[in-house]
């Protein structure tokens, strides 16, 4: 003899009182994930599935998630917009390393446009943490980049602040 499932509650998937995709999505356990915000949409403010044309979600699917991170707020939001601009859907901006760990852990961008120096501290375990999750990295700093060919990041690329909106979408598309 089996179990009977037990009394449906809003909260039960099906209950006719849980009817929309977020309620959906969180009885099933989970947010939405990253590949669901559509292109333009800054994770803050997530776009509801079913809320969106098949156009948007077809866009979302090949859009890359950008973590950005920098300490001066103004910049952040500088850098943001331009991600946004580029067709990318921007994670944060973060303006501290822990808020940017945060993010990445629950996010997982694809690339992240990271201050070096924020509030004394550099960003390199970071950055470090960043390309294990498979992250590609750009640095945007008035930091000089380090000239060390050994240097764990020589590889990565590294935009001058201030840096023109071009460059920017220019490192951005050369990382993916």
Same mark, same amino acid.
């Given at each position: 003899?089996?179990?009977?499932?037990? %009394?449906?509650?809003?909260?039960?998937?099906?209950?006719?009182?849980?009817?929309?995709?977020?309620?959906?999505?969180?009885?099933?356990?989970?947010? %939405?994930?990253?590949?669901?915000?559509? !292109?333009?949409?800054?994770?803050?403010?997530?776009?509801?599935?079913?809320?969106?044309?098949?156009?948007?979600?077809?866009? !979302?699917?090949?859009?890359?998630?950008?973590?950005?991170?920098?300490?001066?707020?103004?910049?952040?939001?500088?850098?943001?917009?331009?991600?946004?601009?580029?067709?990318?859907?921007?994670?944060?901006?973060?303006?501290?390393?822990?808020?940017?760990?945060?993010?990445?852990?629950?996010?997982?961008?694809?690339?992240?446009?990271?201050?070096?120096?924020?509030?004394?501290?550099?960003?390199?375990?970071?950055?470090?943490?960043?390309?294990?999750?498979?992250?590609?990295?750009?640095?945007?700093? !008035?930091?000089?980049?380090?000239?060390?060919?050994?240097?764990?990041?020589?590889?990565?690329?590294?935009?001058?602040?201030?840096?023109?909106?071009?460059?920017?979408?220019?490192?951005?598309?050369?990382?993916?």
């Amino acid at each position: 003899m089996s179990a009977s499932p037990g %009394p449906r509650t809003p909260a039960t998937p099906g209950h006719p009182d849980a009817t929309s995709p977020a309620q959906a999505l969180a009885m099933r356990g989970r947010a %939405p994930n990253s590949h669901e915000i559509p !292109a333009g949409k800054r994770v803050g403010e997530r776009a509801i599935p079913g809320e969106i044309t098949p156009g948007e979600w077809d866009d !979302a699917y090949m859009t890359k998630n950008v973590l950005v991170l920098d300490d001066e707020a103004l910049i952040a939001y500088d850098l943001a917009d331009t991600v946004e601009a580029s067709g990318r859907k921007v994670i944060g901006p973060a303006i501290s390393i822990n808020e940017a760990r945060e993010l990445a852990k629950k996010y997982c961008p694809d690339i992240a446009l990271l201050d070096i120096n924020i509030r004394g501290q550099t960003v390199w375990e970071l950055a470090e943490e960043l390309r294990h999750l498979g992250c590609a990295l750009i640095f945007c700093s !008035a930091n000089a980049a380090p000239s060390d060919p050994d240097f764990a990041f020589a590889d990565c690329t590294f935009v001058p602040k201030p840096s023109s909106p071009e460059k920017i979408r220019k490192a951005l598309e050369q990382a993916g």
